[in-house]
């Protein structure tokens, strides 16, 4: 079992850790924490990695338990989220095979940020036909804590990870290859199955 925070399709890291897991327990009661992974991914871009972030009602500087935080929508930033994907992946193999059900996941209007990192997990579990559990709600949270794992990537230091996948980007050959980018990345240039086989 693996218990940690909500990322928003976190880096190879994050999913490294849970490949060999039977059950992944999320804390969707964690303060909010600005420069996280919580509203925030990294892609492969042409001119690098791109920061797509998830606004938030009251800003990022709060406390907030995660489970009270709502999403802002006083910007179109899902429609700039899923443009900015189909840029830059359009030529990744296995991009075609994922865009419509990720569109669907998109479409949703989730009101809390916990609700659309949920489903956006349960969506990448099921592309990568994983076989851990996810659950969010649990009774004896107390003693879990004393077991969580957090994820030491950071915005602004996700390259520095170690045991970093190796495989062909849709950009490598202009921007040199970017190492533990979020999930999306290795799922269009791979597919589920190899990307499966690649985090274990």
Known sequence: MVYTDLHYFGCLSYYKAFAVQELVVFDTTA?????SF???MVIASAQGPLHLTIPIVGGRDQKTPMNEIRIAYDSP???QHFKSICT???RAPYFEHYVDSLQLLYQNEYVYLNDFLIASQHWIKK?????????SDVANKEELKEIKWVDH????????????IQYQQVFDHTTGFIPN????????????KQATAMLS
């Open 153 to 164: 990537s950071k915005p602004n230091n996700f390259q520095t990870a170690t045991q970093t």
């Open 31 to 35: 303060p909010f924490s600005k420069m």
């Open 181 to 192: 980018c979020c999930i999306l990345d290795l799922l269009f240039a791979m597919g589920g």
């Open 127 to 135: 592309q990568l036909k994983a076989r851990w559990t996810i659950e």
């Open 88 to 90: 830059n992946y359009k």
């Open 77 to 79: 930033w899902k429609g």
């Open 38 to 40: 919580k509203n925030r």
